[in-house]
């Protein structure tokens, strides 16, 4: 669930019906930090604000399904949570969840609450699926058409080290299965990197890339004392092992064809 401006120091933005929300959402209420007992627009304030602490030992992040109280911004009257003011009457979000304890007017974001992942997804119920092996919701373009890794999302981005299951930022599920920001995910191939940083796997169809690499090794003669020597490989991609000839731009493994591969020891044979 995205914000597009910056919140000034109380929180409140020409945001919402009535003028009122933060960087992150558009609501009509603040909550009460069940952690701190401090008044914030939404737990992500919180979180921003706490992870500042000079004492490290002091940051910490609010459990969002422990809120118990919000004020609504129209009366300021603080109560327990719920959707409509019990003192002005003001509907304090479009969109409410009593599970999540979340509040927001952008009704467009199509929000819906998936009981598997215990949390509130955008973009409309009927365009995702919750897959149980990776313990999360995918967009319906991946049913049955991608590889299952479990608990995939609940882990940091391998880039920013942000935490994916409820980060606001889009996130990108690649040919392995592991996850990561999307703007993380392109920048990454901006630089020239097309393993996952997880698994080591391509993310991508690298095929014409090993094609450019077989002409430039056959245009390449190794010195007589490399010729012929042989070296045992990991591919990365199909993880097989086999013993290849030794050449300085790179090994080709020999049953998947790809260059994605990396030295290693030879195999300890049985006695």
Request: proline share 4%.
């Amino acid at each position: 669930m995205e914000g597009t401006t910056t919140a000034p120091s109380n929180g409140r933005l020409g945001f919402g019906k009535m003028g009122y929300g933060c960087e992150h959402y558009r609501r009509r209420c603040l909550i009460r930090a069940p952690c701190c007992n401090e008044i914030f627009p939404c737990r992500h304030c919180h979180n921003e604000e706490a992870s500042m602490l000079k004492n490290i030992y002091d940051r910490h992040e609010i459990d969002r399904s422990d809120v118990k109280q919000v004020i609504c911004s129209v009366c300021d009257t603080e109560q327990p949570v719920a959707q409509v003011c019990t003192n002005c009457g003001v509907n304090m979000g479009e969109y409410f969840c009593g599970v999540c304890k979340f509040y927001d007017d952008d009704i467009d974001k199509k929000q819906f609450h998936c009981d598997d992942c215990g949390i509130c997804r955008v973009g409309g119920r009927e365009n995702y699926f919750h897959c149980q092996k990776c313990g999360t919701c995918y967009s319906i373009s991946l049913l049955d058409n991608h590889s299952c890794v479990e608990n995939s999302m609940r882990h940091h981005c391998p880039i920013c080290y942000e935490y994916l299951f409820d980060s606001l930022k889009d996130t990108t599920v690649m040919k392995c299965g592991h996850t990561m920001h999307e703007e993380c995910f392109s920048e990454m191939l901006k630089r020239g990197k097309f393993s996952c940083p997880i698994c080591s796997r391509s993310v991508i169809d690298m095929s014409k890339d090993w094609k450019i690499i077989d002409e430039e090794i056959e245009a390449t003669v190794m010195p007589e004392d490399y010729r012929f020597k042989k070296v045992w490989i990991l591919c990365n991609d199909c993880n097989d092992t086999t013993e290849v000839y030794f050449h300085i731009i790179g090994q080709k493994c020999s049953h998947c064809r790809s260059y994605n591969t990396r030295t290693i020891a030879p195999p300890v044979l049985p006695e």
